[in-house]
């Protein structure tokens, strides 16, 4: 069964960091491209936005507004995928989901609250 899990959500003051953290099982975690994407009130029809990628190499994707000062990064040895965030501003408020594709089908975690204060 695919599981994953984030943890790491918070308030913050606007400038500050975090990191984010999201628990991999049930399927060959290093093998697998894995993605970052957050959810706020504000986008249209309530729908996600992609924030970063990872793929089985490591090799890395990020959407313009968090280039420089977010880091997505991966440990296959514990089936952990993580996203640092710096320099976090209240536009970055939203709820992050972690997600993976397999064989066509998409799974999320349940989520972790991001909450920048200005």
């Known amino acids: 069964q695919v599981q994953l899990v984030e943890s790491g959500g918070g308030l913050v003051q606007a400038g500050g960091s975090l990191r984010l953290s999201c628990a991999a099982s049930?399927?060959?975690?290093?093998?697998?491209?894995m993605a970052w994407y957050r959810q706020t009130p504000e986008t249209p029809g309530k729908q996600r936005e992609w924030?970063?990628?990872?793929?089985?190499?490591?090799?890395?994707y990020y959407t313009d507004s968090v280039k420089g000062r977010f880091t997505i990064s991966r440990d296959s040895a514990n089936n952990t995928l993580y996203l640092q965030m710096t320099k976090l501003e209240p536009e970055d408020t939203a709820v992050y989901y972690c997600k993976t594709i397999l064989r066509g089908i998409e799974y999320w975690g349940q989520g972790a609250q991001v909450t920048v204060s200005s």
């Open positions: 049930g399927f060959l975690f290093r093998f697998n491209t």
């Open positions: 924030v970063a990628s990872i793929d089985s190499g490591s090799t890395t």
